[in-house]
């Protein structure tokens, strides 16, 4: 099997995708825009041939890798970057290759906006907050006086909590409006929850191979535009309410041979026309795995390795699980170098020693969502969890 991995080298964990597709025999064939010296000796061990382009966003230079791996090695079987700002290019690579496994252009606009993706999740039996596309402040006002405030806006195709707002009254509204960026934005009523995630690895029927979920304390939005600590974690099960939803959303969106990331809201108060406190609200879909450490904190929330289970998934349509294996909580901190905590870094690490498996500095383009210093800790309860949520997030103020 030849397989194409699109920027196998960022974020830094991707490599071991690659690392899992070599031991499962497979042609690992990378394109990036880095010299191949700066790869990591993980990542180069990983890949069976390299392609370096100047730039991954050219088509030009993409079409000429992959023609060259053609010329080479005969057809491409799979192409991937599991990486949600490349989804458009891969899918428009596959069609220029006759790629088959994956999916293909004309998917991408119910897959990558956040407006169509309404559609399906209403298929599905998901309610989702109202919306418009308002194209000047007077629609907006219009939509405003329907829904009241607080809303939010945000890009109809974007990635991450990038370029998302509130706007808590007519001021903010008139002011967003007279800086409009150049691109569709979508407009919504602020939905008061929690964000919780259904992630599963999906065989060639549809059906979900492993299950598992993160959820979120505080917003997303504010993490990025406050800059406030992030923190989320991974239960050691699933909701059962939940996995119900993504499985349903599984069927609506025709899933197939893919690892997925499907976001929703619970809410945390009633809401008029969206629910009832605990209700499940669609927020979006991706198709691709949950980004930065997200697949690390599940393989050590669930004593898996989904790094291999997703090779397992393209190459035998199946996943190998211990029924014995154990359970934890897996929380994620990401603390902002600008505060000043009550505990500083070097005493985290003293204290917490027994139950911290990774800390790091985050890379510069996940940041400004994730925070400048990170912090992986497996619990063995939610108690014990909340605890070092206590301690981590204090400040001296």
């Not at 600008?338 to 498996?357: E, F, G, K, N, T």
Request: hydrophobic share 40%; aromatic share 12%; with cysteine.
């Amino acid at each position: 099997m030849n397989f194409v991995f699109v920027s196998p080298h960022f974020p830094a964990n991707v490599w071991q995708y690659c690392r899992a597709l070599k031991e499962n025999g497979v042609n690992v064939l990378g394109i990036a825009d880095t010299a191949w010296e700066d790869l990591s000796p993980d990542l180069q061990g990983s890949l069976s041939d390299y392609y370096r382009v100047g730039s991954l966003e050219s088509r030009e230079e993409m079409v000429r890798a992959l023609g060259w791996f053609t010329w080479k090695y005969g057809k491409i079987d799979w192409l991937e970057s599991n990486n949600e700002y490349w989804l458009e290019q891969d899918a428009w690579l596959r069609r220029a290759f006759y790629i088959t496994s994956g999916p293909q252009p004309e998917r991408m606009r119910r897959d990558r906006s956040k407006s169509q993706m309404k559609a399906a999740y209403a298929q599905a039996g998901i309610a989702t907050a109202p919306y418009a596309l308002p194209e000047n402040v007077d629609q907006a006002l219009a939509f405003a006086a329907q829904v009241g405030y607080p809303l939010v806006v945000k890009p109809d195709s974007g990635v991450g909590a990038l370029g998302t707002y509130r706007l808590n009254d007519e001021q903010q509204l008139r002011h967003f409006f007279a800086n409009l960026p150049p691109q569709p934005y979508i407009m919504e009523p602020y939905v008061f929850g929690e964000i919780c995630s259904y992630d599963a690895i999906v065989d060639s029927r549809g059906e979900p191979l492993f299950e598992s979920g993160n959820i979120t304390r505080g917003s997303i939005m504010d993490f990025v535009n406050e800059r406030l600590d992030c923190v989320f974690y991974i239960p050691p099960r699933p909701a059962d309410d939940l996995v119900d939803a993504g499985r349903r959303c599984l069927k609506a969106w025709d899933v197939r041979s893919r690892s997925i990331h499907f976001e929703f809201f619970r809410l945390s108060r009633d809401q008029q026309g969206l629910g009832r406190a605990g209700d499940l609200v669609g927020l979006e879909v991706n198709l691709r795995p949950s980004g930065g450490l997200s697949a690390d904190m599940i393989n050590y929330a669930g004593s898996v390795d989904m790094y291999r289970m997703w090779a397992d998934m393209i190459c035998h349509d199946r996943v190998f699980l211990s029924d014995d294996r154990q359970r934890y909580y897996c929380v994620f901190v990401g603390r902002r170098d600008w505060q000043h905590y009550l505990h500083p870094h070097h005493q985290l690490l003293h204290d917490w020693a027994s139950r911290i498996v990774m800390q790091e500095r985050t890379p510069r383009a996940l940041a400004d969502t994730m925070g400048e210093q990170a912090y992986l800790l497996r619990c063995k309860s939610r108690e014990e969890m909340d605890a070092f949520l206590d301690y981590a997030l204090k400040t001296a103020d």
